[in-house]
């Protein structure tokens, strides 16, 4: 399978960068991990360049690592529906206190607007 994970430098990105590469791990998926800068984070795309690299190597996971640098969630999607990736990955979502989903803007646009089907991981 090849899947897509999307990774803005919160904590729910890491949640899923972990997740992600466990499952790859276990099944030996074809994983790229596009990396962006989040207004809901203060790091840098160079940060969470870093880091991501770090848990890659940290976990002995080979994967290809892309920036994208204008809008996280349309190039998200334009990325995983013209280069045929099997599954879209991206954290988010917190529960209200009625316990319904709230989802950021990114994962909101992603999970709304992609032929590919989305994991979303909270």
Do not use: C, W, Y
Not at 2 to 17: M, N
Not at 41 to 63: F, G, K, P, Q
Not at 81 to 91: A, H, N, P, S, T
Request: proline share 2%; no cysteine.
């Amino acid at each position: 399978m090849k899947v897509l994970l999307g990774v803005g430098g919160s904590d729910h990105s890491r949640r899923a960068l972990k997740e992600t590469i466990e499952r790859v791990q276990e099944t030996g998926d074809d994983l790229t991990v596009a990396i962006f800068s989040s207004e809901e984070v203060e790091a840098t795309l160079t940060d969470v360049e870093s880091d991501v690299r770090a848990v890659l190597e940290d976990a002995n996971v080979e994967a290809t690592v892309r920036r994208i640098t204008s809008h996280p969630g349309g190039e998200l999607v334009q990325l995983a529906d013209e280069e045929g990736f099997d599954r879209l990955v991206i954290g988010g979502g917190t529960r209200s206190p009625l316990g319904k989903i709230q989802l950021g803007s990114i994962a909101e646009f992603v999970v709304l607007n992609a032929e590919t089907p989305v994991t979303l991981i909270r």
